[in-house]
Nanobody
Framework: QVQLVESGGGLVQPGGSLRLSCAAS????????MGWYRQAPGKQRELVAG???????NYASTVKGRFTISRDNAKNTVYLQMNSLKPEDTAVYYCNAEAIVTMTLVVNDCWGQGTQVTVSS
């Protein structure tokens, strides 16, 4: 069984920082591109940042320069460092893996359960 488990969300004041982590568990051989998405109340889920297996990154224009995505392939983990947080960053943040290859199967479009990030004074 393959799972993505996020951690690191919480309540932070405007201008503050948080670091999200997403760890994949299971008998994993490799993970394709990974990304962080977010969904605010009443809004559609949107891509925040993505990273390929080789480390190339892309960001939504709203977070560029404030957020940094990284990954540790040895730990099957992706991170999202969020700095200079704004109230409009408040959302549930989800981790996604394009595909996860295990010894017995390939799991496509794998999602974590989400972690709440609230930016408020």
């Amino acid at each position: 069984q393959v799972q993505l488990v996020e951690s690191g969300g919480g309540l932070v004041q405007p201008g503050g920082s948080l670091r999200l982590s997403c760890a994949a568990s299971g008998s994993i051989l490799s993970i394709y591109a990974m990304g962080w998405y977010r969904q605010a109340p009443g809004k559609q889920r949107e891509l925040v940042a993505g990273i390929t297996s080789g480390g190339s990154t892309n960001y939504a224009s709203t977070v560029k320069g404030r957020f940094t995505i990284s990954r540790d392939n040895a730990k099957n983990t992706v991170y999202l460092q969020m700095n200079s947080l704004k109230p409009e960053d408040t959302a549930v943040y989800y981790c996604n893996a394009e595909a996860i290859v295990t010894m017995t199967l390939v799991v496509n479009d794998c999602w974590g359960q989400g972690t709440q990030v609230t930016v408020s004074s």
